[in-house]
C-alpha cells in the first residue's frame, strides 16, 4: 500500500482547481456506470482454461499471515479465497540468478500447508525485484523472473492462481517503465515483453496454473496497451485496484471502464478481479479531516459503509468475479501530524487499528467484519429451506417439484442440466474425500471440494440433494475396519455396506465424516435434504465384531445368563459363548430374539 491512492483527495484539501474537477468527474463517472451496469448486469458465466466460472461474484481478501485464529475469523465471516505476496527478493536474495534462500523456501512451505490445512484457496501476487534486477538490464531480469517461477509453480502445483507483480506501472518496481516516465500504453508495452517471456514457461511447468495480471492503478491507457502489444492470450484473469476516498467511485467507475475495455477487445469471456480495494481512517482524515467527536466509531462506521455500498453493487452489477479487500490487518500509514492530532484525543488509540485493517492488533472484528459474520450466521440460521405444508413440497416458501439428476459438479455442466429442464441434482461425497490418509486426519481440500460443490450448486441455481455414502472407503480404513457385514453361513448381509456397523474403526469414520459435514455444510439453505446413506439394507450380522457387541448386549439387558436361556430356550454357560442360530427352525424363540434386536440396532445406528 502506498498513498498515491488518495491524489484526488489531496488535490481537493489543496484547493487546486483542476484537479478538483477531477475528483468530480470521478463521481459523475461513477454514477453514470452504476446506472448503466446495474440495469444490465452480466448473465452469462466467464470461461477459464476451458471451465465455466459462475457469474456470481466472490469476495475475497487480503492478508500478510495466516494461523489458527486468524482462519477462524475468516471462516466465519465466509471467506474463501486469500491473497498474500511472496516478495522475488527474499527468496532469490543475491545477484546470482537461481540462487534460492532454503529458509525462505522453507517457510512459504509451511504457509501454502497452511492453506490447505485451514481450506483456503491461495491467490499469491509474486513481485518485489531481485537483486540486480532493473530497468537498464530489463530484458536478461524478465528471464530471470520467468525462471523463478518456474520454479514456484513446480514446487507448489496445488497453487492455482499465480498473480505476476502489483501496481507495477506505477510502484514498487522499475523493470516496466515507471522510473523512465514512459506513457501508460509503452509501460503496458514492457509488461507485454515480461509476459511474453514468462507465460510460456509458467504454463509449460504446470498448465493448470492461472496467470492473473498484477492489479492496475491505471484504468485506462495501460489496459488498452496490454491489448494493444498483443497480450491478451498471455494471461487468463485482468486484475485491478481501486482506492480512492469514498471508495466507491473508483471501485464503479473505473472497474466499468476496464471491463469496458475487455469486452472491446473480444475478451468478454474473460474474467476481470479487483485485487486490491479498502477504507482506512489515514484516508478518511485526508479527505474530510478528524472528526471532533467519537473519531474511532466514525472510522469504523464510515469504512463499513462504504465496503458494504461496494459488495451491495458488485452482487448486483458482477463487474468483478472476484473482489479482494485490503486488509485483514495492517500497519498504519498516518503521519506524523495526523498522529500527534489523534493522540491529542485519543491518548490510547493504536493507530494500526484504524488502518484499512477489517480486525484490530488483538484480533477483535471491526464493524464491517461483524456485519460478514453476522451475515453469515444469517445464512445458516435460516436452515433448510424445503418444507412440506399441507401435503405439498414448499422451496423457498414456494410450490416446488424436483426434477432431478444424477449428473453435474462443475459450473458447465449444472448448467447443462438446468438447460434440459432440470432444477436439482444429486451428488455424493464420501469418507473418501474427507479422510483420505487416517483417523482424525481431516483432509481440508475434500472438505473444500464438498464446500465448493454447494457453492456451485447454489450459484447455478440448482437445489442440491447431497448423498453422504459410507462404501467409499479410504484404503487405510480397509485395512482396519474389519470384514463385510455377513450371517452365520457366510452370506452378504448389508447391501452399500463395506464393513460391520459395529466395527468402532468404521464407526468412528462415519461419525467423523458425518460431524464434519454437519459442521461445514449443514445449514446450506440450497440443500433441500441430505441423503444419509445409499439404498441402506442390513442383515442378520454375525461377524465378530457383531457378534461381540450381541453378546455385550445381553449381558446388560438380562441379570444372569440363566435368565437368558430362559428367555431364548437355550443352555450356554457364558454370555461370551452365545452365539446365535444360523436358521428360524433351529430355535425359533432365540432366532426371533436375535432377529429383533439386529432390527433395533440398525434402527438405532
Given at each position: 500500500?502506498?498513498?498515491?491512492?488518495?491524489?484526488?483527495?489531496?488535490?481537493?484539501?489543496?484547493?487546486?482547481a483542476?484537479?478538483?474537477?477531477?475528483w468530480?468527474?470521478?463521481?459523475?463517472?461513477?454514477?453514470?456506470?452504476?446506472?448503466?451496469?446495474?440495469?444490465?448486469?452480466r448473465?452469462?458465466?466467464?470461461?477459464?482454461?476451458?471451465?465455466?466460472?459462475?457469474?456470481?461474484?466472490?469476495?475475497?481478501?487480503?492478508?500478510?499471515?495466516?494461523?489458527?485464529?486468524?482462519?477462524?475469523?475468516l471462516?466465519?465471516?465466509?471467506?474463501?479465497?486469500?491473497?498474500?505476496?511472496?516478495?522475488?527478493?527474499?527468496?532469490?536474495?543475491?545477484?546470482?540468478?537461481?540462487?534460492?534462500?532454503?529458509e525462505?523456501?522453507?517457510?512459504?512451505?509451511?504457509?501454502?500447508?497452511?492453506?490447505?490445512?485451514?481450506?483456503?484457496?491461495?491467490?499469491?501476487?509474486?513481485?518485489?525485484?531481485?537483486?540486480?534486477?532493473?530497468?537498464?538490464?530489463?530484458?536478461?531480469?524478465?528471464?530471470?523472473?520467468?525462471?523463478f517461477?518456474?520454479?514456484?509453480?513446480k514446487?507448489y502445483?496445488?497453487?492455482?492462481?499465480?498473480?505476476?507483480?502489483?501496481?507495477?506501472?506505477?510502484?514498487f518496481?522499475?523493470?516496466?517503465?515507471r522510473?523512465?516516465?514512459?506513457?501508460?500504453?509503452?509501460?503496458?508495452?514492457?509488461?507485454?515483453?515480461?509476459?511474453?517471456?514468462?507465460?510460456?514457461?509458467?504454463?509449460g511447468?504446470?498448465?493448470?496454473?492461472?496467470?492473473?495480471?498484477?492489479?492496475?492503478?491505471?484504468?485506462?491507457?495501460?489496459?488498452?496497451?496490454?491489448?494493444?502489444?498483443?497480450?491478451?492470450d498471455?494471461?487468463?484473469?485482468?486484475?485491478?485496484?481501486?482506492?480512492?476516498?469514498?471508495?466507491g467511485?473508483?471501485?464503479?467507475?473505473?472497474?466499468?471502464?476496464?471491463?469496458?475495455?475487455?469486452?472491446?477487445?473480444?475478451?468478454?469471456?474473460?474474467?476481470l478481479?479487483?485485487?486490491?480495494?479498502?477504507?482506512?481512517?489515514?484516508?478518511?482524515?485526508?479527505?474530510?479531516?478528524?472528526?471532533?467527536?467519537?473519531?474511532?466509531?466514525?472510522?469504523?462506521?464510515?469504512?463499513?459503509?462504504?465496503?458494504?455500498?461496494?459488495?451491495?453493487?458488485?452482487?448486483?452489477?458482477?463487474i468483478?468475479?472476484?473482489?479482494?479487500?485490503?486488509v485483514?490487518?495492517?500497519?498504519?500509514?498516518?503521519?506524523?501530524?495526523?498522529?500527534?492530532?489523534?493522540?491529542?484525543?485519543?491518548?490510547?488509540?493504536?493507530?494500526?487499528?484504524?488502518?484499512?485493517?477489517?480486525?484490530?492488533?488483538?484480533?477483535?472484528?471491526?464493524?464491517?467484519?461483524?456485519?460478514?459474520i453476522?451475515?453469515?450466521?444469517?445464512?445458516?440460521?435460516?436452515?433448510?429451506?424445503?418444507?412440506?405444508v399441507?401435503?405439498?413440497?414448499?422451496?423457498?416458501?414456494?410450490?416446488?417439484?424436483?426434477?432431478?439428476?444424477?449428473?453435474?459438479?462443475?459450473?458447465?455442466?449444472?448448467?447443462?442440466?438446468?438447460e434440459?429442464?432440470?432444477?436439482?441434482?444429486?451428488?455424493?461425497?464420501?469418507?473418501?474425500?474427507?479422510?483420505p490418509?487416517?483417523?482424525?486426519?481431516?483432509?481440508?481440500?475434500?472438505?473444500?471440494?464438498?464446500?465448493?460443490?454447494?457453492?456451485?450448486?447454489?450459484?447455478?441455481?440448482?437445489?442440491?440433494?447431497?448423498?453422504?455414502?459410507g462404501?467409499?472407503?479410504?484404503?487405510?480404513?480397509?485395512?482396519t475396519?474389519?470384514?463385510a457385514?455377513?450371517?452365520?453361513?457366510?452370506k452378504?448381509?448389508?447391501?452399500?455396506?463395506?464393513?460391520?456397523?459395529?466395527?468402532?474403526?468404521y464407526?468412528?469414520?462415519?461419525?467423523?465424516?458425518?460431524?464434519?459435514?454437519?459442521?461445514?455444510?449443514?445449514?446450506?439453505?440450497?440443500?433441500?435434504?441430505?441423503?444419509s446413506?445409499?439404498e441402506p439394507?442390513?442383515?442378520?450380522?454375525?461377524?465378530?465384531?457383531?457378534?461381540?457387541?450381541?453378546?455385550?448386549?445381553?449381558?446388560?439387558e438380562?441379570?444372569?445368563?440363566?435368565?437368558?436361556?430362559?428367555?431364548?430356550?437355550?443352555?450356554f454357560?457364558?454370555?461370551?459363548?452365545?452365539?446365535?442360530?444360523?436358521?428360524?427352525?433351529?430355535?425359533?424363540?432365540?432366532?426371533?430374539?436375535?432377529?429383533r434386536?439386529?432390527?433395533?440396532?440398525?434402527?438405532?445406528?
Amino acid at each position: 500500500m502506498i498513498m498515491k491512492h488518495f491524489l484526488i483527495l489531496l488535490a481537493l484539501l489543496s484547493g487546486v482547481a483542476s484537479l478538483s474537477a477531477g475528483w468530480r468527474e470521478e463521481r459523475d463517472f461513477a454514477d453514470e456506470m452504476r446506472k448503466k451496469t446495474e440495469g444490465a448486469p452480466r448473465v452469462t458465466p466467464y470461461l477459464l482454461k476451458g471451465e465455466t466460472v459462475p457469474v456470481e461474484p466472490e469476495l475475497g481478501i487480503n492478508v500478510h499471515q495466516l494461523d489458527g485464529q486468524i482462519a477462524g475469523t475468516l471462516k466465519k465471516a465466509g471467506f474463501g479465497t486469500l491473497r498474500q505476496t511472496v516478495y522475488w527478493y527474499q527468496v532469490e536474495r543475491s545477484k546470482n540468478p537461481g540462487v534460492y534462500d532454503e529458509e525462505q523456501l522453507k517457510k512459504l512451505d509451511q504457509r501454502f500447508a497452511d492453506y490447505k490445512r485451514y481450506g483456503f484457496e491461495p491467490l499469491v501476487v509474486v513481485h518485489g525485484n531481485a537483486p540486480g534486477a532493473n530497468w537498464a538490464n530489463r530484458e536478461e531480469s524478465y528471464q530471470r523472473f520467468g525462471r523463478f517461477m518456474e520454479m514456484m509453480v513446480k514446487r507448489y502445483p496445488e497453487v492455482r492462481y499465480w498473480q505476476l507483480w502489483n501496481e507495477m506501472e506505477v510502484a514498487f518496481t522499475d523493470l516496466f517503465g515507471r522510473s523512465q516516465k514512459l506513457p501508460m500504453k509503452e509501460r503496458a508495452q514492457c509488461y507485454v515483453e515480461m509476459l511474453k517471456i514468462v507465460a510460456p514457461m509458467i504454463r509449460g511447468a504446470n498448465p493448470k496454473a492461472v496467470i492473473v495480471t498484477g492489479g492496475m492503478v491505471d484504468s485506462d491507457e495501460f489496459p488498452r496497451g496490454l491489448y494493444e502489444h498483443g497480450g491478451k492470450d498471455l494471461f487468463d484473469i485482468l486484475a485491478l485496484h481501486t482506492y480512492g476516498m469514498p471508495v466507491g467511485w473508483s471501485f464503479i467507475g473505473r472497474g466499468a471502464r476496464v471491463r469496458s475495455i475487455m469486452d472491446e477487445n473480444g475478451d468478454r469471456d474473460k474474467p476481470l478481479w479487483n485485487t486490491e480495494f479498502g477504507v482506512s481512517g489515514e484516508g478518511m482524515i485526508k479527505a474530510w479531516g478528524i472528526p471532533k467527536e467519537n473519531p474511532l466509531q466514525y472510522f469504523d462506521d464510515k469504512q463499513a459503509e462504504q465496503l458494504m455500498n461496494c459488495l451491495a453493487y458488485n452482487r448486483k452489477a458482477k463487474i468483478f468475479s472476484k473482489y479482494f479487500i485490503y486488509v485483514y490487518h495492517a500497519n498504519s500509514e498516518a503521519s506524523k501530524d495526523v498522529r500527534e492530532k489523534l493522540k491529542e484525543q485519543l491518548p490510547e488509540l493504536d493507530f494500526n487499528d484504524i488502518s484499512f485493517s477489517l480486525v484490530k492488533g488483538d484480533g477483535t472484528p471491526r464493524k464491517f467484519m461483524l456485519q460478514l459474520i453476522d451475515e453469515q450466521m444469517g445464512k445458516k440460521k435460516s436452515g433448510s429451506a424445503l418444507k412440506t405444508v399441507d401435503g405439498r413440497l414448499l422451496f423457498r416458501g414456494k410450490p416446488f417439484f424436483p426434477v432431478g439428476i444424477v449428473f453435474g459438479r462443475t459450473a458447465g455442466e449444472m448448467l447443462q442440466a438446468k438447460e434440459a429442464g432440470f432444477n436439482s441434482i444429486h451428488q455424493e461425497y464420501s469418507i473418501r474425500d474427507v479422510l483420505p490418509k487416517g483417523a482424525g486426519e481431516v483432509d481440508p481440500a475434500g472438505v473444500e471440494r464438498i464446500r465448493q460443490l454447494h457453492e456451485t450448486a447454489r450459484q447455478n441455481g440448482m437445489v442440491l440433494f447431497p448423498l453422504l455414502t459410507g462404501h467409499y472407503i479410504p484404503g487405510w480404513l480397509a485395512k482396519t475396519a474389519g470384514p463385510a457385514p455377513k450371517d452365520s453361513d457366510g452370506k452378504p448381509v448389508g447391501l452399500w455396506f463395506k464393513h460391520s456397523i459395529h466395527n468402532s474403526v468404521y464407526r468412528q469414520a462415519l461419525r467423523t465424516f458425518w460431524e464434519t459435514v454437519a459442521r461445514e455444510v449443514g445449514s446450506d439453505p440450497n440443500a433441500a435434504l441430505f441423503v444419509s446413506w445409499n439404498e441402506p439394507a442390513y442383515g442378520l450380522d454375525a461377524t465378530p465384531d457383531a457378534l461381540a457387541a450381541y453378546r455385550r448386549a445381553m449381558a446388560a439387558e438380562f441379570p444372569s445368563i440363566a435368565d437368558f436361556n430362559r428367555e431364548t430356550g437355550t443352555s450356554f454357560e457364558t454370555f461370551d459363548a452365545v452365539t446365535p442360530p444360523a436358521k428360524p427352525d433351529d430355535n425359533r424363540r432365540f432366532f426371533y430374539h436375535w432377529f429383533r434386536y439386529n432390527q433395533r440396532r440398525f434402527a438405532e445406528f
